[in-house]
C-alpha cells in the first residue's frame, strides 16, 4: 500500500504566474491623487489684507521668514494662528523667534498706525534684531 502525495504524480507542477499584479498598486496611487488634489487648494489659504501700494523695487521675499499679519480689524496673526489677545507673550515664548531673530511685518493699508507701532513694540520687547515691512509694490512702466 503506498502512500500518494495527492498531486496525481511526480511529473506534474504547480505553474504559477511571474507577472506582478499592479492593479492594487495603480488603486493606492489613484487615491493618493485625489487626496492631494483636494488637499492642496486648502494648503494654500492665509490671511488676506491690502498691503499699501509703494514705489519700490521689488523684495525678494523668503517664504521660510516669520511673517505677522495685522489685518484692518486690528486682528494679530502669526503664521495662520491669531495671536491678537496675547501678542507681547506669544512673540516673547517663540522657540524661533528667539534664535533668528528676525520677523516680517504685513499689515493692511487701513490699518490704524497705532496698531502697528504696538505689534513693533511687542517684536522689539521679544528681542527681534531684524524687522521688515512687507509691502506690495507700484509696477512703474
Known amino acids: 500500500m503506498g502512500m500518494s502525495g495527492g498531486g496525481g504524480g ?3 507542477r504547480l505553474r504559477g504566474s511571474h507577472e506582478i499584479n499592479v492593479t492594487p498598486l495603480i488603486d493606492v496611487m489613484l487615491v493618493l491623487l485625489v487626496i492631494f488634489m483636494v488637499t492642496a487648494p486648502l494648503l ?3 490671511v488676506h489684507v491690502d498691503l499699501p501700494k509703494v514705489k519700490s523695487a521689488p523684495m525678494v521675499t523668503d517664504d521660510s521668514k516669520m511673517l505677522l499679519v495685522v489685518t484692518k480689524d486690528e486682528h494679530v496673526f502669526l503664521g495662520k494662528d491669531e495671536i491678537t489677545d496675547a501678542v507681547e507673550e ?7 523667534l528667539k534664535e533668528e531673530h528676525e520677523l ?3 499689515a493692511d493699508e487701513n490699518v490704524r498706525y497705532g496698531a502697528v507701532l504696538r505689534v513693533m513694540g511687542a517684536a522689539r520687547t521679544a528681542g527681534v534684531d531684524k524687522l521688515g515691512m512687507v509691502t506690495d509694490p507700484l509696477l512703474v512702466k
Open 104 to 106: 516680517y511685518i504685513q
Open 44 to 46: 494654500t489659504t492665509g
Open 90 to 96: 506669544k512673540l516673547a515664548t517663540n522657540a524661533r
Open 10 to 12: 511526480r511529473g506534474k
